[in-house]
Nanobody
Framework: QVQLVESGGGSAQAGGSLRLSCAASGYAYSSSCMGWFRQAPGKEREGVAAVDARGVIVYYADSAKGRFTISRDNAKNTLYLQMNSLKPEDTAMYYC???????????????????WGQGTQVTVSS
């Protein structure tokens, strides 16, 4: 079965960095698009970044552009999100997600993603 396991969350100071990882298994990872989403308390889940199966086509939310980088290692079945210049408003639970039947997907419609991880908490203090 499809499994997505996030790691790398934690606490950081504003201006600091964190690198999230998502280990995928149970499906054709290298043929599937992947995305990162986040949800802060009391807010709706929002897309952060997405990448196509080859790791070539990427999408970023405006809040992530210039600070976050999504990447994937298809040999290791792992997705990454490098987060730099963190801000307190980046505090949220971060989820990775996939659609095993799509090679490309965007972050604008979470319903495109059919499998989700359990999330990893990121807390940024000022």
């Amino acid at each position: 079965q499809v499994q997505l396991v996030e790691s790398g969350g934690g606490s950081a100071q504003a201006g600091g960095s964190l690198r999230l990882s998502c280990a995928a298994s149970g499906y054709a990872y290298s043929s599937s698009c992947m995305g990162w989403f986040r949800q802060a308390p009391g807010k709706e889940r929002e897309g952060v970044a997405a990448v196509d199966a080859r790791g070539v086509i990427v999408y970023y939310a405006d809040s992530a552009k210039g600070r976050f980088t999504i990447s994937r290692d298809n040999a290791k079945n792992t997705l990454y999100l490098q987060m730099n210049s963190l801000k307190p408003e980046d505090t949220a639970m971060y989820y990775c997600a996939t659609n095993p039947y799509a090679r490309t997907c965007s972050i604008w419609d979470p319903s495109e993603f059919t499998f989700w991880g359990q999330g990893t908490q990121v807390t940024v203090s000022s």
